[in-house]
């Protein structure tokens, strides 16, 4: 049974699956973290894999970049394939300076300058928010782990470049600053929408590969460590979520 993006059968994947948006590195994660991992799906080279992870079923898929590919995906997996628990994992720009490269970035909220979740939602705002009991195994994972995590609201953006010439991020983000913030990202917003239409859990984890306050940017090396260190979170999120 294949749905238009993604060539597999039912039982391919698991109920929890990690969402990176680079296939490559959805690739990377199964050689890496997950036991027995095989590939599921490829279509257009989009790479899919299910593995074992503590004993547990986990699969792997890339998303692509921005909120209407992110939101074909999740809609695929959750109502085609089963999956019940969805973790984005991520990269984002810090929006505040306490926000410091390499932390990682637990999306409570996703607010936005999109209009998809108004289409979704008969032109009201929906509050996007991650899923309460996911969200509880996120923050009990991160007071466990080494890695520095910050939960609040994320900007969920379709655009990575400003629109406006010879506008600077950071007055782009202004009142996303005003308002507290933490970061921006392109995916959050419309995974927490899908997932709440279609009753399943989603979270986005999202690790800080610049600063749009400060300035700087992880280098290639640092970047690849602290998306490695936000996986093992990840993954822990899902032991957690699986023994409740
Ligand atoms: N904007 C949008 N998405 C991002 C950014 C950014 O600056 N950095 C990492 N993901």
Redesign the pocket.
């Given at each position: 049974m294949s749905t238009p993006h993604i060539a597999a059968e039912r039982g391919d994947f698991a109920p929890d699956v990690l969402l990176p948006g680079d296939p490559l590195r959805a690739r990377w994660i199964a050689e890496t973290f997950l036991e027995q991992a095989h590939e599921v799906t490829a279509v257009r080279n989009m790479l899919g894999y299910t593995g074992w992870y503590g004993g547990r079923a986990v699969s792997v898929m890339g998303t692509g970049m921005g909120m209407a590919s992110m939101a074909l995906y999740a809609t695929e997996l959750i109502t085609e394939f089963g999956c019940r628990r969805l973790i984005r994992v991520?990269?984002?720009?810090a929006l505040q300076a306490e926000v410091e490269l390499r932390s990682v970035v637990l999306a409570v909220g996703a607010c936005t300058d999109s209009n998809i979740n108004r289409q979704r939602f008969a032109g009201f705002d929906f509050a996007a928010t991650a899923h309460a009991s996911l969200l509880a195994a996120g923050l009990a994972a991160a007071a466990a782990a080494a890695t520095t995590v910050h939960a609040g609201n994320v900007f969920s953006?379709d655009l990575?470049y400003p629109p406006v010439l010879g506008q600077k991020?950071s007055e782009l983000y202004g009142p996303a600053i005003e308002m507290g913030v933490l970061a921006?990202?392109?995916e959050a917003a419309a995974l927490y929408a899908v997932a709440a239409q279609h009753r399943a859990e989603a979270l986005a984890l999202?690790v800080v590969?610049?600063h749009?306050v400060r300035g700087g940017h992880l280098s290639a090396e640092e970047r690849q460590e602290g998306f490695g260190d936000m996986v093992v979170l990840a993954l822990d999120v899902l032991q957690r979520a699986g023994e409740r």
């Open positions: 991520g990269s984002c720009g953006t990575f991020p921006v990202e392109m999202c590969s610049d749009l």
